[in-house]
């Protein structure tokens, strides 16, 4: 399995997505092309597909935004994946987007 450039783990899981980092549920944060992380990231969040935006790192439950996905995903020349949302100009990274779900016990 690929390393996780963040954590250095190798709990890279593949799911319907694409792989991730399973140890810090990371998106694009596993060796990856980014072209297959914006790929992958659009498959799993449609537009319309609710989501939580942090506009830093680490995150703080205080600061969050919630929003939903407005675009597809692109590409930065950086190498950077970044995709638009409801009510914000610009593109905003994937790293710094979550997901609630709701599957939890």
């Not at 703080?60 to 638009?84: C, E, F, M, Y």
């Not at 914000?88 to 710094?96: A, D, F, L, R, V």
């Not at 987007?97 to 016990?105: C, G, K, L, S, V």
Request: with cysteine; hydrophobic share 35%.
């Amino acid at each position: 399995m690929p390393e996780c450039k963040t954590c250095k783990g190798t709990g890279a899981v593949l799911g319907d997505a694409g792989l991730r980092c399973g140890a810090c549920d990371g998106w694009g944060r596993v060796d990856e092309l980014p072209e297959m992380i914006a790929k992958n990231f659009a498959i799993a969040t449609p537009i319309g597909t609710e989501c939580i935006y942090f506009s830093t790192k680490p995150f703080d439950r205080n600061l969050a935004i919630r929003t939903k996905i407005s675009s597809a995903p692109w590409v930065l020349g950086s190498g950077h994946v970044v995709v638009g949302l409801d009510g914000m100009s610009g593109g905003k990274s994937i790293e710094h987007i979550a997901f609630e779900t709701t599957d939890r016990p």
